[in-house]
């Protein structure tokens, strides 16, 4: 079974346009996030989620905004997509760090995006 | 910032070897975890180590923590050529809202075990 699942795996797609990146969670986590890994392999976070709540929002730009219909998705929704936004987002889930934290991370396979 | 920065970028080793990386970081953690990544996949949980430990065990993984400079490392000991990855550590603070826990990763050592 998978823990941490995305869709799609590629995205191609033109500047300008809007696209979206669905993440789900199987492992009753609390705690979601999102990072992007540019093409050097650095790998930075962009947000997270604890039960629907955002509680991290590193400096993103504001065309990048995450929803989070219920504590098992978090979904990426990027507008006017532009090439710099070409890289690989993963998706991530965690037990929320309370009493006996702090936990580990769980990654999904990642999203290719790349926009020509 | 607190980010991860892996030393070597890259080792290149031969298999049976045992593969040592560096990791320093700038800020108080609270604890400092490592990743593995596969070409192509997502980055798997090796160990976490807690600000309050220097050295844990998890099979052939050995990590040491120096949080007086600030430092830590991963020994892989007897390796194989299924442990061809990138590593990455990546220190960790627990901010005060809900206990979220967020990890700044690096560029990661990418290994290579040559049979």
């Known amino acids: 079974d998978t823990a941490v699942s995305q869709t799609p795996k590629y995205l191609v797609t033109q500047m300008g346009n809007d696209k979206s990146i669905k993440c789900e969670q199987n492992l009753g986590h609390d705690t979601m996030y999102w990072y992007k890994q540019d093409s050097k392999k650095f790998l930075k976070i962009m947000f997270s989620y604890n039960n629907k709540e955002l509680i991290i929002n590193e400096t993103v730009p504001n065309r990048f905004s995450p929803k989070s219909p219920d504590k098992a998705h978090l979904n990426l929704h990027i507008n006017s997509l532009e090439l710099g936004d070409s890289a690989v987002y993963f998706c991530a889930s965690s037990q929320v760090s309370r009493a006996g934290g702090p936990y580990e991370q769980y990654f999904g396979p990642g999203t290719r995006l790349t926009v020509t | 910032s607190q980010q991860g920065e892996e030393d070597p970028q890259a080792l290149s080793i031969q298999e049976g070897e045992n593969a040592t990386m560096n990791c320093s970081y700038k800020?108080?953690?609270?604890?400092l975890q490592w990743y593995r990544q596969n070409s192509g996949r997502g980055l798997v949980h090796l160990i976490l180590i807690r600000s309050n430990e220097r050295e844990k065990h998890s099979g052939r993984l050995r990590v040491t923590l120096d949080t007086s400079k600030k430092s830590s490392s991963l020994l892989i000991t007897a390796s194989r050529a299924a442990d061809t990855a990138s590593y990455f550590c990546a220190p960790g603070i627990i901010a005060p809202i809900q206990g979220a826990q967020k990890l700044v990763f690096g560029q990661g050592t990418r290994l290579t075990i040559n049979p």
């Open positions: 800020t108080s953690i609270n604890n």
